[in-house]
């Protein structure tokens, strides 16, 4: 399961996630059935005997037990005479019908989910308002001091979908429209261009299209485009010799249950018949074409050798040299809390170390990251690791030369060492050592925060800040509140405010202090956003669907459980987490509340991260170039991509990075006040949802330059620090202690993509493209986005 999430995040940029093993297996049996009895597995590349190891009908395909398990998707059931690979692909399916056609359901009715979701946020929010232009915040700074956000649970919750449970509203699932990422038809393989659709018509009405990046886009427009035809892609094209002048295509068009299910059984058939047609899944499934079209075999990546890919990995990551003590300066200061009713609003408070109840009115140690322990938990490991153990927030340190090599750390992909986190900002003195190295740009515009005046449901089981009950800490903050950082404010209102004197106060201040005040569209004559939760025809199907998401995640669940002798899966570790102590119910709620976070964060935020790299690379052909280059002699010749080579993709890592500054698929940040806060002087009520809307940050010309708006790769070449001065401008991952834990991992992802096709395809616009990035639950292609595709000699 764990790579069948990998596989989705992978290849809903075009390719059928569950079809691609297969792929391997079939193309593997037509070059390399062999009657040797030693061989090498043709799927994992393992040596083995075969008379050891191949007893039984598998024994043609020359694949050991362990990847034979794989094809049988470990059924146990291997019965089948894989005489052609089409036989091969029914009996799978007939055989593993329940998991497939869950698994199938499941992911349509997640994109039911999803547009449901989309549709309501299109309704709920005036995108244009969520989106200040550009032009109009950098004319008016605000001279105030940053507040530093609380750090919640439910961030997002309230404001988004209750159908979101604790996951921000920025990620999403990445069926894009209610069509299957998944699947091809018939009709995708008669055009000349590769479609990578990632929208729906249906609910384009309901979104704002916003473009306030145009990176390098000039030549986007849609008068210009039979100049983009005419130099772009005609110049692609002619690097190709003449014989291979042909683009391809893939369609990830949505096709029936009954269509998809044979999705892939009628495409076999197509090919027969289109002779003259190339395709990049052609090039995937077809034996005939394969053997010319493929190259090097090695420059594919399946399920196993990017399972091996990620063992490395976390090897790796292991094998590192471990972190220094915290400084004993730091350990000798850090400050006590009381637990009190505030610190057990979700129940009494856990010392994640020990797993032991901190009982009320005792004093726990708090990391700046907020994270409570019993003093004789996290001193002893603090004087071993600087870090904290349960988010990884890294605190200061006597060790010179780490304080040194982090400083020159060029790898954004270690997010985690933000260095500037809200607690950071008003609590340690290094903050201000800190804010001093900064160049004057980076100082002037600490922050972007956006705010939204909504009110929200929750806010009634809000009780005061911490703070408010520890005179020190008070002065603590009111002091790094005057710490003269600048600020700037936009300010979301909200209908009923106007009945609101704290709402009425801030707007009139935010008014008063030329901010930007962007109304939010009508609700029912209801207040506050209480008619969210109205049986709404919306609604209603909104909360079928999570139901039906939900028992689907369970079937999932208890499927895959019964394999788990054979599938060591994220899925089973999550399984086994969940019961950890836990009720029947909150068992349930956990193995659905994962499932659902890493679906929903895995999967389209990486997805859709890959889109914009070939839109990028396709309009930018020089990078395109360099990149390539770079993954030739990088990875050519590397079976599989191992660590090693990922960490030297230098380029691809910058072009990586420059998308996601351009792109950054989770749009929002979101945090909610946990109580009546002072943001210079607009007084912030309790409730308040303050939203930083990334691409302000990432948009900065203070922080990034004149250029800011362009794509420029090389700007990463010395790192994040030195590319806009202070890392927290660059927060595609988001920071501090709820940053995403899956970077690495996407960061990896998107090399092993990009590299692969790079090494095999050069790309192009197509003349159908128009730019229209689209902020919905992920910042999209508004009208997908079609690339032309030509295989490399
Ligand atoms: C390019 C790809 C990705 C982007 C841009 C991205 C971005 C983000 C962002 C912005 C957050 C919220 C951070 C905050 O609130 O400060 C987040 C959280 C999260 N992400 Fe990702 N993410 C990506 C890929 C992934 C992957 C591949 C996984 C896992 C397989 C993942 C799992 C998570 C989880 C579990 C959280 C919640 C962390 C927490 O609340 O403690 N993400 N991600």
Known sequence: MAIGFLEIGFFSIGFRSSKF??????????????????????????????????????????????????????DGRDDITSSSWQTTRIGRRSRTASIDSLEDTFSQEFSQLINLARRGRGADVDSSSVFPQHASYDSTPNRSQRWHASDDESDGLNYVDSVFGEIESTISFGDYGGDSDTSLDEHSMTARRISIPIDNDTYMNTDTDIDPMN???????????????????????????????????????????????????????TIRH????????????????????????????????FEMLLEQFAEESNSRRGSPPAATSFIENLPSVIISAI?????????????????????????????????????????????????????????????????????????????????????????DAHVAEQPNSARRSRGWFFIAAAPVLCSAVLVQHPMDEDHEDKEEVEEARHKGSQTYFAVWQHQGDENHPARTQVLAEARQQQLHVHPLPASP?????????????????IRTLDEQVRLLILDVAKEQHHHQDAHNSLLNAIIDGAQDGRSAEETEDFIIGNCKTIYFGGHESTAVTAIWCLMLLATHPEWQERARAEAMEVCRGRTPLDIDALRRLKIVRMVIQETLRLYPPASLMMREALSDVKLGNIDVPRGTIVQVPRLLLHLDKNAWGADADEFRPERFANGVAAACGAAHMYVPFGHGPRTCVGQN?????????????????????????????????????GFGLPLMVTRLP
């Open 274 to 305: 289109r002779a003259n047609m190339t395709n990049l899944i052609e090039d995937m499934e077809a034996p005939e074409m394969r053997t010319a079209l493929v190259g090097n075999p090695d420059d594919y990546v399946d399920a196993r050798q």
């Open 745 to 781: 991992l996407a960061m990896a992802e998107l090399k092993v993509v990009l590299v692969r096709l790079l090494t095999n395809f050069a790309f192009s616009p197509s003349p159908m493209y128009r730019h229209s990035p689209a902020f919905r639950l992920t910042i999209e292609p």
């Open 343 to 431: 610190h057990q609003i979700e129940g009494d408070v856990i010392c994640p170390i020990c797993k032991d109840p901190i009982p009320t009115r005792t004093r726990a140690k708090q990391l700046p990251c907020m994270h409570l322990y019993h003093s004789s938990c996290i001193l002893p490991w603090l004087s071993s690791r600087n870090t904290c153990p349960v988010c990884r927030y890294e605190l200061p340190t006597d060790d010179a030369e780490y304080e040194r090599s982090k400083q020159a750390i060029t790898n954004v992909e270690v997010t985690h060492q933000f260095a500037i986190g809200a607690m950071e900002e008003t609590n340690t003195s290094e903050h």
């Open 525 to 541: 004559s209801l207040e506050g956003n209480l008619w969210k939760y109205l049986p709404t025809k919306s609604n209603q199907e």
């Open 215 to 269: 990176a390098g886009l000039d030549q986007w427009d849609s008068d210009d485009q039979e100049d983009v035809q005419e130099s772009g892609f005609d110049e692609a094209v002619n690097t190709i010799p003449q014989n291979q002048q042909q683009s391809h295509d893939i369609q990830l068009s949505g096709l029936s249950e009954d269509e998809s299910e044979d999705a892939v059984w009628n495409w076999s058939v």
């Open 21 to 74: 093993p297969m792929f391997f297996y079939e193309w593997r049996y037509n070059r390399h059935v062999s009657s040797q009895p030693d061989f090498q597995c043709l799927v994992c590349t393992r040596p083995f005997t075969l008379d050891a190891e191949v007893a039984d009908t598998f024994e043609a395909l020359a694949i050991c037990r362990e990847c034979k398990a794989t094809v049988l998707n470990d």
